[in-house]
């Protein structure tokens, strides 16, 4: 089956919600190892189970701007999940014992863990 969304766009400002998806994926295909989703497209209304919190969704076609979490959300096959690929850290060296350097991609920034 091919579903094809117009999605209009949202302004959401924050670390992971840019107001930009790169990635829908609906019940059978999420992944929330390599994405983060900050957003759910309502396919049709009914209950929904989203970060442990039940509610009924009220329209079909609405997008509503959430950080998705894997624990206590259920997707349903009623839902989409609009997301983008999780940041990609590379290591660039070990500064002592277990601290390392990594260099954000996107931003150029660096990080030690």
Known sequence: MLIIIFIK???IMNTFQNGTFSA????????????????????TSGPEVINGTSFNTSAAGEVIPIIVKETGTT??????????????L???GKISGDTYQYV??????????
């Open 9 to 11: 766009k949202i302004k």
């Open 24 to 43: 829908i994926h609906s019940s059978s295909n999420y992944d929330f190892d390599n994405y983060v989703y900050s957003a759910i497209y309502i396919l």
């Open 75 to 88: 997707v349903s096959t009623k839902i989409l999940l609009l997301g983008n690929p999780k940041p990609v």
């Open 90 to 92: 590379h290591k660039t």
């Open 104 to 113: 954000d991609i996107k931003t150029g920034n660096i990080i030690r863990t």
